[in-house]
């Protein structure tokens, strides 16, 4: 800020006084020792969007806001987006004993704005005169700091929250994601269990034991505890070995079926079990309805696991949050 490069009308220190006396620091102070401090003063008008303090400029000058409002913010630097407001009746800029060397904000006018300043220089030779300023200087100086700090823990706190919301963004969408694959897939294991029931049932029926085998099977399969883990060379070895068996039973749609029946766990042996008992023509939809019946198991364990840790982590993530928002103060955050 420098005055002189303003337009600084010639101003009466008594009108100044008076209104000096709407400002609290100063409402007490005898009207001589405020007459005397006005004469060192400067009042400075300004429009809304005219600039008092620029950011990186020496700070020289003590602030009284007689009128209007000011805005400081941020506009260089780390891009750090703090501000503040002072409205009339606040005191700011550079004060008594502060180790403030440069102003760190640039502070507009936000409403046509009617201001008093005062050089530092002057700074002694009023507190000569008038001691009780210092103490009412120091203690805004004090809840500026006071401010400060938990405008500080505000902001580190609202960085939290938006680290945490990143992080627990990122760890549902895994499960989320997984959920979404599953139901996916499930959708069309039902519709394939839905067809092949419904070509069964077309064909002469089968008769009780057979289809108390088919339901055996599948649940026996479904009932493991978990399907053998296999590599990808054992598995293209199972499926090999699946399809030469599906193809030598007659089933045309071996390769498509192979794949499913060696996820859901089936063998040489179970499979041998099955052709022993069922129908020739039936085996290829009697083995859709099985790995389908497996498949929709397997995956509504997954839809159950992957919402299970979609839960757990709205739980930790809101304990977490709620610890930080029990202690948040929102109006100075965003300040």
């Known amino acids: 800020m420098n005055p002189t490069t303003l337009s600084i009308p010639t101003h009466d220190p008594g009108e100044l006084a008076l209104e000096l006396k709407t400002v609290p620091a100063f409402a007490d102070i005898p009207e001589d020792d405020l007459i005397w401090l006005s004469g060192m003063m400067t009042p400075i008008d300004l429009a809304p969007g005219e600039i008092l303090m620029r950011e990186g400029s020496p700070a020289d000058y003590l602030c009284i806001v007689l009128k209007g409002e ?35 904000l640039t502070s507009r006018a936000t409403l046509p704005s009617r201001l008093a300043v005062l050089h530092k220089d002057h700074f002694h030779a009023m507190l000569e005169r008038i001691p009780v300023l210092g103490q009412r200087l120091v203690g805004i100086m004090a809840d500026r700091i006071r401010e400060g700090t938990k405008l500080e823990v505000q902001r580190e706190k609202m960085m939290a929250l938006g680290k945490l919301s990143a992080g627990l963004a990122h760890e549902l969408n895994n499960p989320a994601s997984a959920a979404r694959r599953a139901a996916q897939s499930l959708r069309e294991a039902v519709k394939l269990m839905r067809e092949a029931t419904i070509r069964l049932n077309a064909r002469p029926p089968l008769t009780a034991e057979q289809r108390e085998m088919l339901t055996h099977v599948e649940q026996e399969i479904g009932d493991r505890p978990e399907v053998e883990v296999l590599d990808p060379l054992e598995r293209s070895d199972r499926e090999e070995e699946i399809s030469r068996w599906l193809q030598a039973h007659g089933i045309q749609r071996a390769w498509q079926l192979a794949p499913g029946l060696v996820e859901s766990g089936f063998d040489i042996e ?39 840790r979609i839960a757990d982590l709205v739980h930790v993530g809101g304990k977490f949050s709620g610890h930080l928002i029990e202690t948040f103060d929102v109006e100075t955050a965003l300040h």
């Open 270 to 308: 179970c499979l041998d079990q099955v052709a022993a008992k069922f129908p020739a023509d039936a085996l290829e939809d009697g083995f859709t309805k099985m790995t389908a019946g497996v498949t929709v198991s397997r995956l509504v364990d997954e839809i159950d696991t992957s919402t299970a």
């Open 70 to 104: 000011l805005r400081g913010q941020r506009e260089h630097g780390n891009g750090d987006p703090r501000f503040f407001t002072a409205q009339a009746g606040s005191v700011t800029g550079m004060l008594p004993y502060s180790r403030l060397t440069i102003y760190p």
